[in-house]
Nanobody
C-alpha cells in the first residue's frame, strides 16, 4: 500500500505565503517525478509544478517566480513554497508521485487526498 499525505494548506491573505508538504510512504522502491496540481471550483485540474528525482523543475506560467518546488529524496517528500499568493491561487492542491512499488515493474501515478488553499482578505 502506498500513501501520499499532504499538509500545510489553509487560509491566507493576498500577498501572504504558505508551504505545502507531501510525504509518500509504503512499499516504495523508487520515485521518479513528484508534483503539485490544483483544481479550482468549476475548472480542470492543472499542473502547478513538478520536480524530477535529479532536481529538474517545471512550473506553470501563472506561478513562475512566486512558487518554489523542492524535494527530499531520503524522506520521499515534496514541498511547495508559495509566496505572493493571489486570490486566483485559491484551489484544492493535490500531490502527485510517479513511483515504482517494491516487486513491481512499472511506474504508476499516485495522488494525495488534496489540501485546500484559500487566498482571501
Amino acid at each position: 500500500q502506498v500513501q501520499l499525505v499532504e499538509s500545510g494548506g489553509g487560509l491566507v491573505q493576498p500577498g501572504g505565503s504558505l508551504r505545502l508538504s507531501c510525504a509518500a510512504s509504503g512499499r516504495i522502491f523508487s520515485i521518479n517525478v513528484m508534483g503539485w496540481y490544483r483544481q479550482a471550483p468549476g475548472k480542470q485540474r492543472e499542473l502547478v509544478a513538478a520536480i524530477t528525482k535529479g532536481g529538474s523543475t517545471n512550473y506553470a506560467d501563472s506561478v513562475q517566480g512566486r512558487f518554489t518546488i523542492s524535494r527530499d529524496n531520503a524522506k520521499n517528500t515534496v514541498y511547495l513554497q508559495m509566496n505572493s499568493l493571489k486570490p486566483e491561487d485559491t484551489a484544492v492542491y493535490y500531490c502527485n508521485a510517479n513511483l515504482l512499488k517494491l516487486y513491481s515493474s512499472d511506474y504508476v501515478d499516485y495522488w494525495g487526498q488534496g489540501t485546500q488553499v484559500t487566498v482571501s482578505s
